[in-house]
């Protein structure tokens, strides 16, 4: 199993700060049962200071400052810390709440740990399939300047969230639409080659409810992370990460 981290994407608008996901959290931490057997296998990080939560204290802000948090889906490590946020607004697609929440079948409920959700968050839910948006993709808006690109294949109702930067023109947080980098690109955003990760796909392959829309998804990100001015990432490969924080 390598190294794998649940990249939380902070950005600060006018509409309060944004999370796109909330990664692992604090309850989790205090009570690691709340993640399921998945903890086995996963054996998370308990250090608080790698939580959302903990990040964003350190870099001087409150939980409070957190208005709203996009989620690419509701696997449980990408809702974990919601409850760190309390007075934040939930956004998901209307597609995964759905599945995971409203109408979950067998498969769903052995899925996904709604104990996060347990706070009682305010959830709002986001219908597609959306407008015509930009590079021939359908996109939601969520918030101003923050739009969810349908990407199921994950899960039933996962969505990439693209952000509009200042820096960076366009920052998209691909969620678990990939997981290994070079599933979409060779180089990782500051241009570094990297080699295939064996592992990070198997866990993909073995995570995924449907293998073709993976397929498509990864061509789709890849078409958009050669357009100028466009980041993508993913929430798991640590490279990435490291090489953003690095750039
Ligand atoms: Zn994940």
Same mark, same amino acid.
């Given at each position: 199993?390598?190294?794998?981290?649940?990249?939380?994407?902070?950005?600060?608008?006018?509409?309060?700060?944004?999370?796109?996901?909330?990664?692992?959290?604090?309850?989790?931490?205090?009570?690691?049962?709340?993640?399921?057997?998945?903890?086995?296998?996963?054996?998370?990080?308990?250090?608080? &200071?790698?939580?959302?939560?903990?990040?964003?204290?350190?870099?001087?802000? +409150?939980?409070?400052?957190?208005?709203?948090?996009?989620?690419?889906?509701?696997?449980?490590?990408?809702?974990?810390?919601?409850?760190?946020?309390?007075?934040?607004?939930?956004?998901?697609?209307?597609?995964?709440?759905?599945? +995971?929440?409203?109408?979950?079948?067998?498969?769903?409920?052995?899925?996904?740990?709604?104990?996060?959700?347990?706070?009682?968050?305010?959830?709002?839910?986001? +219908?597609?399939?959306?407008?015509?948006?930009?590079?021939?993709?359908?996109?939601?808006?969520?918030?101003?300047?923050?739009?969810?690109?349908?990407?199921?294949?994950?899960?039933?109702?996962? &969505? &990439?969230?693209?952000?509009?930067?200042?820096?960076?023109?366009?920052?998209?947080?691909?969620?678990? +639409?990939?997981?290994?980098?070079?599933?979409?690109?060779?180089?990782?955003?500051?241009?570094?080659?990297?080699?295939?990760?064996?592992?990070?796909?198997?866990?993909?392959?073995? &995570?995924?409810?449907?293998?073709?829309?993976?397929?498509?998804?990864?061509?789709?990100?890849?078409?958009?992370?050669?357009?100028?001015?466009?980041?993508?990432?993913?929430?798991?490969?640590?490279?990435?990460?490291?090489?953003?924080?690095?750039?």
């Amino acid at each position: 199993m390598p190294e794998v981290v649940c990249h939380v994407l902070l950005c600060e608008t006018a509409d309060g700060v944004v999370l796109v996901d909330s990664g692992l959290g604090r309850h989790d931490i205090a009570d690691p049962k709340r993640m399921g057997p998945a903890r086995f296998v996963m054996r998370p990080n308990r250090d608080d &200071a790698r939580t959302a939560i903990g990040q964003i204290e350190a870099r001087g802000f +409150a939980a409070s400052d957190v208005q709203h948090i996009v989620l690419t889906h509701m696997d449980f490590d990408h809702i974990g810390g919601l409850a760190d946020f309390p007075e934040a607004t939930v956004h998901t697609t209307a597609d995964e709440y759905d599945w +995971a929440v409203v109408n979950p079948d067998f498969t769903a409920r052995r899925r996904y740990s709604l104990k996060p959700l347990s706070h009682g968050p305010r959830i709002q839910t986001h +219908a597609g399939p959306g407008e015509q948006w930009r590079y021939g993709l359908r996109g939601i808006e969520v918030l101003p300047g923050i739009t969810y690109l349908p990407m199921p294949g994950h899960t039933k109702g996962h &969505a &990439a969230v693209a952000v509009e930067s200042p820096d960076r023109d366009l920052l998209v947080h691909a969620g678990d +639409a990939a997981f290994d980098v070079t599933s979409y690109s060779p180089t990782l955003p500051s241009g570094t080659s990297v080699s295939k990760s064996r592992s990070l796909r198997a866990i993909e392959t073995f &995570a995924a409810v449907d293998r073709k829309q993976v397929i498509a998804n990864h061509t789709t990100l890849r078409r958009l992370n050669e357009e100028a001015g466009v980041t993508v990432f993913t929430a798991h490969d640590k490279r990435i990460l490291d090489d953003l924080l690095g750039s």
